[in-house]
C-alpha cells in the first residue's frame, strides 16, 4: 500500500463519486476542473508526471501525447467502450497500457438505439415540438403527424456484436424480420433469434430500419455514404449511435432533404458537439440527441468504477480485466 499510495493519476473530467473514491483510497488523484477536455498541452504535460490516466472518447491521446509521456506512465484507462481516441499502436510501443468498458453498456446502449428508432418512425421529438409550439389547432386529426409502423417490419443491423445483438433481442420482440451485416458471422443470434445473415447491399434495399453498431476504423468511416443511401427505401429510417464518422453527414442530408431516404435518428455527430448550425438539425426528420447513449445513472456508474479498477490493476503490477492492446504484455510484463 505505501508504494502504490505514491502513485499518481490524472483524470480527465469528473467521476461517479463512488469511483473516484477508490481511485483516491489508493493513489494521488488529480481530476481536471473543467466540463471541456483539458487541451492538449495540458494532457503533454501530464504524461509526464503521472503513473496512470483515466480518460473519455472526448480526450484526443495521439502519438504525440504519448511520446511525450515519460516511463513513469504505465496506464490509459478509457471510460467507454471504444477507443479511437487513442494511438493504441504508439501506447504499446512505449509499454503502455491500455483499457477499456466493454459489456457494461450494451444493454443501455441497446435500450436507447431502439428508443430512438421507435422515436425516429413515429416522429415523437416533431410531435413535441408541434405541441409547444402552438401548431395543434384541432382536436383529432386523421393525417396528422402520421408515421411508419415498427411492429412486423425489417431491420437492417449493420454490426452483430454485443450492442447490435442485444438490439436484435429487442426487434425479435416486436416481431422483426431481422438482417445483419458484419464482416464476421454471429451464427449465435441466427439460432437463438432467427436473424439472416445477408450482405450489405441486401441489407440496405430491404430494411425499415438500418442501424448502425461498428466501430470507427479506416473501413467504416463514410460507410453511410451517397452510393448506398440512395440503395435504401424511400420509406426507410436510418438509426446511428455507433461513432459519427460512420455517415457521411453531407450525404445524409442530401439523402433527407430530397426524399431518398424516410428520416433518420442520430444521436452521433462527425464533430461533437456538432454545430447548431448544422443542416441536419434544420430538418424535421432528424431526431437528435448529444451522444448520450449509454447515459443512465446505473451504467455511467459502472462503466467508471470498472475503468477505475482497470487502472488499479495496471498500477498495482496485474494485467487488467480489460486489456486492448495485449502485445503490450511483451514489452512490459507485469510485475506480479
Given at each position: 500500500?505505501?508504494?502504490?499510495?505514491?502513485?499518481?493519476?490524472?483524470?480527465?473530467?469528473?467521476?461517479?463519486?463512488?469511483?473516484?473514491?477508490?481511485?483516491?483510497?489508493?493513489?494521488?488523484?488529480?481530476?481536471?476542473?473543467?466540463?471541456?477536455?483539458?487541451?492538449?498541452?495540458?494532457?503533454?504535460?501530464?504524461?509526464?508526471?503521472?503513473?496512470?490516466?483515466?480518460?473519455?472518447?472526448?480526450?484526443?491521446?495521439?502519438?504525440?501525447?504519448?511520446?511525450?509521456?515519460?516511463?513513469?506512465?504505465?496506464?490509459?484507462?478509457?471510460?467507454?467502450?471504444?477507443?479511437?481516441?487513442?494511438?493504441?499502436?504508439?501506447?504499446?510501443?512505449?509499454?503502455?497500457?491500455?483499457?477499456?468498458?466493454?459489456?457494461?453498456?450494451?444493454?443501455?446502449?441497446?435500450?436507447?438505439?431502439?428508443?430512438?428508432?421507435?422515436?425516429?418512425?413515429?416522429?415523437?421529438?416533431?410531435?413535441?415540438?408541434?405541441?409547444?409550439?402552438?401548431?395543434?389547432?384541432?382536436?383529432?386529426?386523421?393525417?396528422?403527424?402520421?408515421?411508419?409502423?415498427?411492429?412486423?417490419?425489417?431491420?437492417?443491423?449493420?454490426?452483430?456484436?454485443?450492442?447490435?445483438?442485444?438490439?436484435?433481442?429487442?426487434?425479435?420482440?416486436?416481431?422483426?424480420?431481422?438482417?445483419?451485416?458484419?464482416?464476421?458471422?454471429?451464427?449465435?443470434?441466427?439460432?437463438?433469434l432467427g436473424?439472416?445473415?445477408?450482405?450489405?447491399?441486401?441489407?440496405?434495399?430491404?430494411?425499415?430500419?438500418?442501424?448502425?453498431h461498428v466501430?470507427?476504423?479506416?473501413?467504416?468511416?463514410?460507410?453511410?455514404?451517397?452510393?448506398?443511401?440512395?440503395?435504401?427505401?424511400?420509406?426507410?429510417?436510418?438509426?446511428?449511435?455507433?461513432?459519427?464518422?460512420?455517415?457521411?453527414?453531407?450525404?445524409?442530408?442530401?439523402?433527407?432533404?430530397?426524399?431518398?431516404?424516410?428520416?433518420?435518428?442520430?444521436?452521433?455527430?462527425?464533430?461533437?458537439?456538432?454545430?447548431?448550425?448544422?443542416?441536419?438539425?434544420?430538418?424535421?426528420?432528424?431526431?437528435?440527441?448529444?451522444?448520450?447513449?449509454?447515459?443512465?445513472?446505473?451504467?455511467?456508474?459502472?462503466?467508471?468504477?470498472?475503468?477505475?479498477e482497470n487502472?488499479?490493476?495496471?498500477?498495482?503490477?496485474?494485467?487488467?480485466?480489460?486489456?486492448?492492446?495485449?502485445?503490450?504484455?511483451?514489452?512490459?510484463?507485469?510485475?506480479?
Amino acid at each position: 500500500m505505501g508504494e502504490t499510495a505514491r502513485k499518481k493519476v490524472f483524470v480527465t473530467r469528473a467521476l461517479p463519486e463512488e469511483a473516484l473514491n477508490i481511485l483516491k483510497s489508493k493513489f494521488e488523484v488529480e481530476v481536471w476542473p473543467g466540463e471541456t477536455p483539458p487541451p492538449k498541452s495540458v494532457l503533454i504535460e501530464k504524461v509526464k508526471e503521472v503513473d496512470g490516466i483515466c480518460c473519455l472518447l472526448t480526450d484526443r491521446i495521439d502519438r504525440e501525447v504519448i511520446e511525450a509521456a515519460g516511463e513513469r506512465l504505465k496506464g490509459i484507462s478509457q471510460v467507454a467502450v471504444g477507443y479511437d481516441n487513442i494511438d493504441v499502436e504508439a501506447a504499446t510501443e512505449k509499454g503502455i497500457y491500455v483499457t477499456n468498458t466493454p459489456g457494461v453498456l450494451t444493454e443501455t446502449t441497446a435500450d436507447y438505439a431502439f428508443a430512438l428508432l421507435m422515436a425516429t418512425a413515429r416522429r415523437i421529438a416533431e410531435a413535441d415540438r408541434y405541441v409547444r409550439g402552438g401548431k395543434w389547432k384541432i382536436p383529432w386529426g386523421l393525417m396528422m403527424l402520421l408515421g411508419q409502423d415498427v411492429w412486423g417490419k425489417t431491420i437492417g443491423i449493420i454490426g452483430m456484436g454485443r450492442i447490435g445483438s442485444a438490439v436484435a433481442r429487442r426487434a425479435k420482440g416486436m416481431n422483426m424480420r431481422i438482417l445483419y451485416y458484419d464482416i464476421v458471422r454471429n451464427k449465435k443470434v441466427e439460432e437463438e433469434l432467427g436473424a439472416e445473415y445477408v450482405d450489405l447491399e441486401t441489407l440496405l434495399k430491404e430494411s425499415d430500419f438500418v442501424t448502425l453498431h461498428v466501430p470507427l476504423l479506416p473501413s467504416t468511416h463514410h460507410l453511410i455514404n451517397e452510393d448506398r443511401l440512395k440503395l435504401m427505401k424511400r420509406t426507410a429510417c436510418l438509426i446511428n449511435t455507433s461513432r459519427g464518422p460512420v455517415v457521411d453527414e453531407k450525404a445524409l442530408y442530401k439523402a433527407l432533404k430530397e426524399g431518398w431516404i424516410w428520416a433518420a435518428g442520430l444521436d452521433v455527430w462527425e464533430k461533437e458537439p456538432t454545430d447548431p448550425d448544422n443542416p441536419l438539425l434544420k430538418l424535421e426528420n432528424v431526431t437528435a440527441s448529444p451522444h448520450i447513449a449509454s447515459a443512465s445513472y446505473e451504467t455511467r456508474k459502472r462503466m467508471a468504477i470498472m475503468a477505475v479498477e482497470n487502472l488499479t490493476a495496471i498500477l498495482e503490477g496485474e494485467v487488467p480485466p480489460n486489456l486492448v492492446n495485449k502485445e503490450v504484455l511483451k514489452v512490459r510484463p507485469p510485475t506480479t
